[in-house]
């Protein structure tokens, strides 16, 4: 049972998503991360980096005793090799694709959106620069990955843990007011994705409704959780 500790945001959903694909046997270990559940040292010995989500094998890959994966897209990686390659490409090709995609999900397009939650959903209002910064690269990400899909039914061609990568991130963009209408070719992939069982399955759990909100509320304790001297010092601990 591959204990996977959680919140339902984007990068949470890949792996939720991932493992109802594949039908592993799983538990989800849910963090109030408004309440900083994630800044302690014991949290810290799993992921280093004290960010969700990170999973624990006790069976892992090689055997030997459990093992900790954390950053979304290796734990993807991690969860195809445990079951042969599921969800990669054997193609050389497609497989080179796969991976093409899943970096530029995890270097661009996930990180460009998430500053852009940022800057419209959390910081103090009325700061245009940052605003026009990552809204501007936010649609110019959805611009490319528009493009890649009408020439190509998933991004390697075959449905691959690059599609679990980057759809929840597209589907966040609702969110701050980005319409997938002015995205044909992603919308047509994201509606035949969100058709899929295992996709309904692994989104089950959903965010608390504050953090769902277009313009979650939050108290001074839960903003330094997040964001300021409590996330920084946390490391300390
Ligand atoms: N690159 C990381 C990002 C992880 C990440 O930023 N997780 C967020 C939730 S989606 C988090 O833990 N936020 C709490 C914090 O930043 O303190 C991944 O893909 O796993």
Same mark, same amino acid.
């Given at each position: 049972?591959? &204990? ?8 949470? +959903?890949? /792996? ?6 594949? $039908? ?5 270990? *849910? !963090? %109030?991360?408004?309440? *900083? ?15 969700? @989500?990170?999973? /624990? $094998?006790?069976?892992?890959?090689? *055997?030997?005793?459990?093992?900790? /994966?954390? =950053? ?12 042969? *390659?599921?969800?990669?490409?054997? $193609? ?7 991976? #093409?995609?899943?970096?530029? #999900? ?6 460009? +959106?998430? #500053?852009?939650? +940022? ?9 245009? !620069? @940052? /605003?026009?910064? !990552? ?10 990955? &528009? ?10 061609? %075959? !449905?691959?843990?690059? &599609? ?17 209408? &002015?995205?044909? +070719? ?13 996709? =309904? ?20 304790? #839960? ?5 300021? %001297? ?8």
């Amino acid at each position: 049972m591959i &204990d996977v500790h959680f919140v339902p945001t984007p990068n949470g +959903h890949k /792996v939720s998503i991932m493992l109802a694909e594949l $039908d592993l046997p799983h538990r989800l270990i *849910g !963090y %109030d991360m408004l309440g *900083g559940a994630h800044l302690t040292p014991e949290f810290r010995r799993i992921n280093p980096n004290a960010k969700l @989500p990170a999973i /624990v $094998d006790p069976e892992p890959i090689g *055997g030997g005793a459990p093992f900790a /994966v954390f =950053e979304s897209g290796a734990i993807l990686l991690y969860l195809s090799e445990k079951t042969g *390659g599921a969800l990669m490409p054997r $193609d050389p090709r497609r497989r080179s694709m796969a991976q #093409q995609w899943l970096m530029w #999900q995890m270097a661009g397009f996930g990180p460009m +959106h998430g #500053q852009a939650h +940022h800057f419209v959903r959390y910081a103090p209002e009325g700061q245009t !620069y @940052p /605003v026009t910064r !990552y809204m501007n690269e936010a649609r110019r990400l959805l611009g490319v990955l &528009d493009r890649r899909l009408a020439e190509a039914e998933y991004l390697a061609e %075959d !449905y691959s843990l690059a &599609d679990i990568a980057v759809w929840p991130w597209a589907r966040a963009a609702r969110v701050i007011d980005i319409d997938l209408a &002015d995205y044909p +070719h992603a919308e047509r992939w994201f509606d035949a994705i969100a058709a899929r069982p295992a996709v =309904e399955r692994g989104t089950g759990v959903r965010n608390a409704p504050n953090l769902a909100s277009a313009r979650p509320v939050l108290t001074a304790e #839960q903003w330094s959780n997040l964001f300021g %001297d409590n996330m920084l010092r946390s490391g300390e601990r």
